[in-house]
């Protein structure tokens, strides 16, 4: 269970290193059901497919990853873990008692190249009604600036919706124009050891680095909304875990943030990415 001290920083910074959130364990599942995954993608054409999201150079010999997609629905090893005690306890601390699931993801960056992530707010991809997600991210590898760890500014979750689309009005997916809103030279790494877990606001800029080194920094993520944010743009669920409620009641309102322009991302390519969708905008 997260601190009093722990949920005030979140609060006032817009994240938080959880030490040891899953057990070694619960870890071994974790990175063997990760190892199962990569084996399964061998089948998986070079362009990828809706579970996972290619690399350069991806192929049945070699296969090469930037992401699984949607991990819960793949292996009960990734679902354990998302919905167990230990870490809704910590999520419902942060976002309230009645919370629900939203998405999972499992982002690879693998070693020599594993791919950047540019500046964003997780909220423009998915908004909601209201402000109150956030996402656990835990480690299954040691991670830390020399293999691309996660980066934050702290404080930004308080700053509103940045923009994220181009002078077209293209969505990027990544911050476009707002180095006047924050500093990119205040971003924090949150380095963390195996078994650790990260937790950041759905509003707070967040990004990380190209992996240069020799190792993977694999990192599962789960995103949890509280059951009253209502997401704008409706899509179907991708799965029987999207929108489940885990903790609390469900709820018979939806409950609006206050006086804010909610910007909708908009449709994208099938089989889109954060990775593909950056990369097109910045070419
Ligand atoms: O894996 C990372 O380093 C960042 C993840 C992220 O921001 C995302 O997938 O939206």
Redesign the pocket.
């Known amino acids: 269970m997260l601190t009093s001290k722990q949920v005030q920083s979140f609060h006032e910074h817009g994240y938080l290193a959880v030490r040891q959130a899953v057990d070694a364990d619960g870890l071994a599942r974790l990175r063997d059901a990760a190892d199962k995954m990569l084996e399964r993608s061998r089948a998986t054409p070079a362009e990828g497919d809706a579970v996972f999201d290619t690399a350069v150079g991806h192929s049945a010999e070699t296969p090469r990853l930037n992401r699984v997609n949607h991990p819960v629905a793949e292996h009960p090893a990734f679902a354990d873990v998302a919905i167990s005690e230990r870490i809704l306890d910590s999520v419902c601390a942060l976002i309230g008692p009645d919370v629900k699931f939203h998405h999972s993801?499992l982002?690879m960056?693998i070693g020599g190249g594993g791919l950047e992530?540019g500046w964003?707010q997780?909220f423009v991809f998915f908004p909601h009604t209201n402000f109150d997600l956030l996402a656990c991210g835990i480690a299954l590898d040691d991670s830390d600036t020399g293999n691309?760890c996660?980066m934050v500014v702290p404080g930004t979750h308080k700053i509103g919706v940045l923009n994220h689309r181009d002078v077209d009005g293209k969505f990027t997916g990544k911050i476009t124009d707002a180095l006047d809103v924050f500093d990119p030279d205040t971003a924090v790494p949150i380095e963390l050891k195996a078994g650790d877990m990260s937790i950041h606001h759905v509003m707070v800029v967040?990004?990380?680095a190209q992996n240069n080194s020799t190792r993977p920094r694999r990192?599962f993520?789960n995103q949890y909304a509280a059951s009253d944010a209502i997401q704008l743009d409706y899509r179907p669920p991708a799965n029987d875990f999207v929108g489940r409620v885990l903790r609390g009641k469900s709820i018979t309102h939806a409950r609006l943030a206050g006086d804010v322009s909610l910007p909708l991302r908009g449709s994208v390519e099938k089989n889109s990415s954060?990775f593909k969708r950056q990369s097109i905008v910045s070419k």
């Open positions: 993801k982002n960056k992530i964003h997780d691309g996660l967040h990004g990380s990192l993520i954060i």
